[in-house]
Every structure is written in structure tokens, then in C-alpha cells.
């Protein structure tokens, strides 16, 4: 790991997350409110851009705990020799956002058109059109076209040349779009897909080496999130700071929706979990009848839980 000083009264720890999305919120929130410190962590809280590249740091002791959304981590670990663990869940559902041109009023005028899609191997967009286009009468294998999207600040330049008629959002870019006259056509509250978007991972042999730490880490994250409820107006500075707005509207509208979906007690997603593994499943056969309980440690969030601190913590502090 690279060289760098230390309080020697606090642990060292170093988080990393892999998106500028929201996602990461808690972890910013903690790192920003203080709350590593106060829980005995010198910890350094840094961005490692792609969710791939995140799990291979982990997976070469470069970092001790990354935020990130779980295709690649179990991927990573269905084709290596080594297991990497959710600790907390955050993200438990899907957040993207079926987003379409002004004049589109129903989903079903989506037929014949062409849709922005993402590209990686989280394949994410394919289950969620799944979700959003049958219900509608719409096969997505074979009555829409597609076009790529490098990312969504490229999906929103097609949205406005006219290249697509709609894409999936999340936060923030959901909101530039909106901003720009685009229309939301499919919520995802209106869905709650189980995906574990988002949340601590390491690997399993950290967990066994440093307990303490692990300890630390989650009760950050939980203190984090209490945090990111109960202020929001920090939040939206974080979320702004973190995700690079220069529109506080836009931060704030960010802060806001993330409440609906980061839990008091962020546990792993087993359902989440194995949605991913199903999906996977049909590139990867190594996800196939794999229990997504392989992949879920929450027995640090559930000593943390039993012991009556989480409810306690919002009965202190109500949001």
C-alpha cells in the first residue's frame, strides 16, 4: 500500500468507491462529519474510477474496503480463488430511471424506437427494460433499437441531439435531465427491483485478520448514514463536493431521493444479491446455483443491531 502518515492512536484503514453517484454517500459523510475519527480510524476515503478496478485493489491489498455495486466483485470472486463479502448493504434496489423524450406519455410509445443503453458487464439495463417494457407490450429483445452509451453525460447529449428517445438514469444525471426538459416514463420506486447496488465489501480474509477494524468500519457506515438522514443540508454539501455539481439544486434533489433508499440498518441484500447471480449466471457458468449467502458477512451489522445501538441512535437523533 502507498506510504502515508498516520495518527498512531487511530487504526488505518483506507475506503475507496468507484462512482461519483451518490451511492457512496455514507462513507463520504462519515469521512467528512468526523465519524471515522471519532470511531478510532485514520481513514483515507478516495475515488478509484470503474467498479472493476475497485474490486482488484481489494483483491491486492491496495485498499481495505470499497463502496460499490456487486456485479463485479462476485464476478471476480466466481473466476478467482478468493471471496469478497458484502459487510453492509446501501444501495439494496435498483435506482435507474427510464428517462424519454418530452413528447413520449406512455411507455408503450417506446415501440419501435431506440433506447440508450450502458456499456460494462453489470448488465443492469437488460434486467431492468426486462421490468419496464413486457408490461407495455414491448419485447426488448426485439422491438426497440439500441445505441451505447459511454456514460450518462453522453446519454443525455443523445437524448438532446435526438440519437435515442430514452435512456436509464440515476442520480445526479437523472436530475440534469430533468433539468433539461427530458421526462421520467418509469420510476424505479414504482418497481423496487431487489439489486445490491451498493455497500462495504472486502475480502473474507480481512475480516478474519482484523475484526476490529471490520467493527469500526461498520459502525462508520451506520453512524454515517444516521448522519447523512438527520443533516441534510451537510449532505448536500457532500454529495456536491463529491459528485462534482456545480448546481446545489441539483445536490439537493440528489440528497433527497437517496433517503428513500439507504436503510437504518443497511444490511446486505441476499435478494439483491442473487439477482445479480442470476443474471450472471447466464455468461458466467460459475454463478450457477451459487447461494448468495457466500457472499454476505452481516454479522457485524447484526451485533451492532442487537445490541439495541441503531435504534437507539435514531431514537436519540430522530431524522
Given at each position: 500500500?502507498t506510504e502515508?502518515?498516520h495518527?498512531k ?5 483506507r475506503i475507496?468507491y468507484?462512482?461519483l453517484?451518490a451511492?457512496s ?8 462529519a ?10 483515507e ?8 478496478a475497485?474490486?482488484?485493489a481489494?483483491l491486492k491489498?491496495?485498499?481495505h474496503?470499497?463502496?460499490?455495486a ?6 471476480y470472486?466466481?473466476?478467482?480463488d478468493?471471496d469478497l463479502?458484502?459487510l453492509t ?5 435498483v435506482v435507474?430511471?427510464l428517462v424519454?423524450q ?7 410509445q417506446l415501440?419501435g424506437r431506440t433506447?440508450?443503453?450502458?456499456g460494462g ?5 437488460d434486467?431492468l ?5 413486457p408490461?407495455?407490450g414491448i419485447d ?5 433499437a ?11 447529449e443523445?437524448?438532446?441531439s ?7 438514469l440515476t442520480?445526479?444525471w ?10 421520467i416514463i418509469m420510476?424505479?420506486?414504482d418497481?423496487?427491483?431487489?439489486y ?10 480481512l475480516v478474519?485478520a482484523e ?7 461498520v459502525k ?10 438527520r443533516h441534510?443540508d451537510?449532505?448536500?454539501d457532500v454529495?456536491q463536493?463529491y459528485s462534482k ?5 441539483i445536490?439537493?434533489?440528489c ?5 428513500n433508499?439507504?436503510g437504518?440498518?443497511p ?6 444479491i ?5 443474471q450472471?449466471?447466464k455468461?458466467l457458468p460459475?454463478?450457477a ?9 452481516a454479522s457485524?451489522?447484526r451485533?451492532?443491531d442487537?445490541s ?7 431514537e436519540?437523533?430522530p431524522v
Amino acid at each position: 500500500m502507498t506510504e502515508t502518515k498516520h495518527d498512531k492512536n487511530k487504526i488505518p484503514v483506507r475506503i475507496t468507491y468507484g462512482a461519483l453517484g451518490a451511492g457512496s454517500a455514507p462513507v463520504w459523510t462519515a469521512h467528512e462529519a468526523g465519524i471515522f475519527e471519532r470511531n478510532g480510524l485514520d481513514a483515507e476515503v478516495f475515488m478509484i474510477r470503474g467498479r472493476a478496478a475497485v474490486s482488484d485493489a481489494l483483491l491486492k491489498g491496495e485498499v481495505h474496503f470499497g463502496n460499490v455495486a456487486s456485479p463485479n466483485p462476485l464476478q471476480y470472486s466466481l473466476q478467482g480463488d478468493r471471496d469478497l463479502v458484502y459487510l453492509t448493504g446501501g444501495l439494496n434496489y435498483v435506482v435507474q430511471t427510464l428517462v424519454v423524450q418530452p413528447e413520449i406519455t406512455d411507455i408503450s410509445q417506446l415501440k419501435g424506437r431506440t433506447l440508450g443503453k450502458s456499456g460494462g458487464d453489470s448488465d443492469l439495463d437488460d434486467i431492468l427494460l426486462a421490468q419496464f417494457l413486457p408490461p407495455a407490450g414491448i419485447d426488448p429483445r426485439k422491438d426497440v433499437a439500441y445505441a451505447n452509451n459511454e456514460n450518462q453525460p453522453d446519454a443525455i447529449e443523445q437524448l438532446k441531439s435526438g440519437a435515442i428517445d430514452g435512456t436509464l438514469l440515476t442520480p445526479p444525471w437523472l436530475f440534469v435531465a430533468q433539468k433539461a426538459g427530458f421526462k421520467i416514463i418509469m420510476d424505479p420506486m414504482d418497481v423496487m427491483i431487489d439489486y445490491q447496488l451498493g455497500g462495504i465489501v472486502t475480502t473474507k480474509e480481512l475480516v478474519a485478520a482484523e475484526p476490529e477494524l471490520v467493527r469500526r468500519v461498520v459502525k462508520s457506515y451506520v453512524d454515517g448514514v444516521h448522519h447523512y438522514k438527520r443533516h441534510p443540508d451537510f449532505a448536500t454539501d457532500v454529495v456536491q463536493k463529491y459528485s462534482k455539481l456545480t448546481d446545489r439544486d441539483i445536490a439537493r434533489q440528489c440528497q433527497a431521493h437517496y433517503v428513500n433508499f439507504f436503510g437504518n440498518k443497511p444490511y446486505p441484500s441476499d435478494k439483491g444479491i442473487q439477482t445479480v447471480l442470476t443474471q450472471l449466471a447466464k455468461r458466467l457458468p460459475e454463478a450457477a446455483g451459487v447461494d448468495a449467502a457466500r457472499f454476505i458477512d452481516a454479522s457485524w451489522l447484526r451485533e451492532l443491531d442487537d445490541s439495541g445501538y441503531i435504534d437507539e441512535l435514531y431514537e436519540r437523533e430522530p431524522v
